[in-house]
């Protein structure tokens, strides 16, 4: 079974930059698509970020374009989520989710994907 774990959040200040990693082990392929989601207190989950199995194609939400930067180091095994100047309202909890074996192809429904994170909650205060 493929497991997918996410680390990085936290409480932070506004203004502050976030890290996120997510691993994705047990993988019976070596092509798979990552995405990210986030869901806010009282909100439905959403889509953030979504890379193909090289890094080669990346696509954001329209809603975070420009303000993320989402990487992975297929060395090891890891996919990162990036933010600059985090700001006060910015509290969600962070998802991971993998597509196996999909080659250069990237997804932005949940329901695309197959396996899923924990989450990592990121506290923004002000």
């Known amino acids: 079974q493929v497991q997918v774990t996410e680390n990085g959040g936290g409480s932070v200040q506004a203004g502050d930059s976030l890290r996120l990693s997510c691993a994705a082990s047990?993988?019976?392929?070596?092509?798979?698509?990552m995405g990210w989601f986030r869901q806010a207190p009282g909100k439905e989950r959403g889509f953030v970020a979504a890379?193909?199995?090289?890094?080669?194609?990346?696509f954001y939400g329209d809603s975070v374009k420009g303000r993320f930067t989402n990487f992975r180091d297929n060395a090891k095994n890891m996919v990162y989520l990036e933010r600059n100047s985090l700001k006060p309202g910015g509290t969600a909890g962070y998802y991971c989710?993998?597509?196996?074996?999909?080659?250069?192809?990237?997804?932005?429904?949940?329901?695309?994907?197959?396996?899923w994170g924990q989450g990592t909650q990121v506290t923004v205060s002000s």
């Open positions: 047990n993988s019976p392929y070596s092509s798979d698509s």
């Open positions: 989710a993998v597509r196996l074996g999909t080659g250069s192809k990237y997804y932005f429904e949940d329901n695309e994907y197959d396996d």
């Open positions: 890379i193909s199995w090289d890094g080669s194609k990346k």
